[in-house]
């Protein structure tokens, strides 16, 4: 049988392959201790569990309207100006399945077949196969340590085609937890908006940033920035896929006829579900999760760098560390096979986010406890005196 010529341009999600393997082996007996898929360990709150089944015995399972439920809506827009002092109105949020459904419909919204958007290198493996997915293009552009490994107005200018449409960067960012200033996202919409592009700002680690710093989002900026969100992280509801977008007026009308189209609605039950995390005791409860994910990286940052693992950039935000592995490997797939294989510890190989330098950088994801971290870290240490002490 014949598969759509596209499927060559969508390569796997590498990390599937190891959690696949790591799963394998938990079943079979073996303790896993799993820091590679990026999702909060904790589960949702008690809150949005109870209006979900809230919902469920109410019978609350038909369609909402296409763009979302609209006291969603109007909560997320409180939540705008409460939480950052940002106007946005409800007609402008979209709420998706998950924030993987408004990257669907923004690459549909804004990018012609053989156009392209700028992505980052290292960057979610994911942008440049919806835009795969659409007969497009992601441009990934190598971005250096020296700025962050984020994207910056020079670069902008040297990658910019004919047929570049915009520019797509997250912040925080996976895989690097590298957060971008309010200043630094202004001056990259200014030099997208030189080259009348648009400015997409995926913002799905918001609400996850440490040592003080500042949370603020891309929304309200101007009229060519989207920005792009969701419940799976900061809000843990990975998997009730849940997300949003928040749009400019003049793209509201053809986002509606997409998200009609694509997937009719987003789910009822989880919509519903999501109304029980705007309350003090939830948002509450979120936040000491976000001070339970700080004192995770204040143990396992030094303690990596301590182990002879290169932390090019200190991350600031998400949940992830993002190492440099060259000191020990130039394989980042077979460092992390062999560290699975060998002392039960599940990490992500570099190769999923940089076609450029993935082969030599691992990432981490602090999603366990402490105490698993700590035992992680006796692990690792025995697996590199067993392979690579000289
Ligand atoms: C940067 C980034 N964007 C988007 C997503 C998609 O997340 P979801 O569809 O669960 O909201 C992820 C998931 O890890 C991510 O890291």
Redesign the pocket.
């Known amino acids: 049988m014949k598969l759509a010529k596209r499927l060559e341009n969508i390569e796997p999600f590498h990390v599937m392959d190891l959690l696949g393997h790591a799963k394998a082996m938990e079943k079979a007996g073996r303790d896993i201790i799993h820091l590679e898929v990026?999702e909060p360990d904790f589960s949702s709150p008690q809150g949005v569990i109870e209006a979900g089944i809230s919902a469920l015995q109410q019978g609350l399972t038909h369609y909402t309207p296409a763009t979302g439920l609209p006291e969603l809506k109007a909560a997320l827009g409180n939540f705008y100006q409460e939480r950052f002092d940002t106007q946005v109105s409800p007609e402008q949020i979209i709420i998706t399945p998950?924030?993987?459904g408004a990257?669907q419909l923004i690459t549909s919204l804004l990018v012609n077949p053989d156009e392209s958007l700028l992505l980052t290198d290292p960057g979610?493996p994911c942008n440049r196969h919806f835009l795969a997915n659409i007969n497009a293009l992601g441009q990934m552009v190598p971005t250096h340590v020296e700025h962050g490994f984020h994207l910056t107005p020079n670069l902008v200018h040297e990658h910019w085609q004919e047929n570049t449409v915009g520019a797509l960067v997250?912040s925080p960012a996976?895989p690097t937890g590298g957060v971008m200033s309010q200043n630094q996202i202004a001056i990259l919409h200014e030099s997208v908006s030189q080259h009348e592009g648009i400015l997409v700002v995926?913002e799905?680690y918001q609400g996850l940033t440490y040592s003080g710093v500042e949370n603020h989002t891309a929304a309200g900026l101007g009229e060519d920035v989207f920005v792009i969100n969701?419940f799976?992280k900061y809000f843990t509801m990975?998997g009730w896929r849940l997300?949003w977008l928040v749009a400019p007026k003049w793209a509201i009308k053809p986002l509606d006829k997409l998200a009609q189209n694509l997937f009719l609605a987003p789910s009822t039950p989880a919509q519903y579900a999501a109304l029980g995390l705007f309350n003090d005791t939830t948002l509450n409860e979120l936040e000491a999760r976000r001070e339970a994910f700080s004192e995770r990286r204040e143990y396992l940052l030094p303690a990596l760098k301590a182990l002879g693992f290169s932390v090019p950039v200190d991350p600031q935000g998400a949940f992830y560390i993002y190492t440099d592995i060259s000191e020990f490997s130039q394989d980042s797939m077979k460092f992390c096979k062999e560290l699975l294989e060998q002392e039960g510890v599940a990490i992500t190989p570099g190769i999923d986010f940089s076609p450029t330098h993935g082969h030599h950088f691992v990432r981490f994801a602090y999603t366990a406890p402490v105490t698993r971290l700590k035992e992680a870290v006796i692990r690792i240490k025995r697996f590199l005196v067993n392979n690579y002490s000289a």
């Open positions: 990026g998950g924030a993987s990257l979610y997250a996976n995926d799905i969701s799976s990975t997300g």
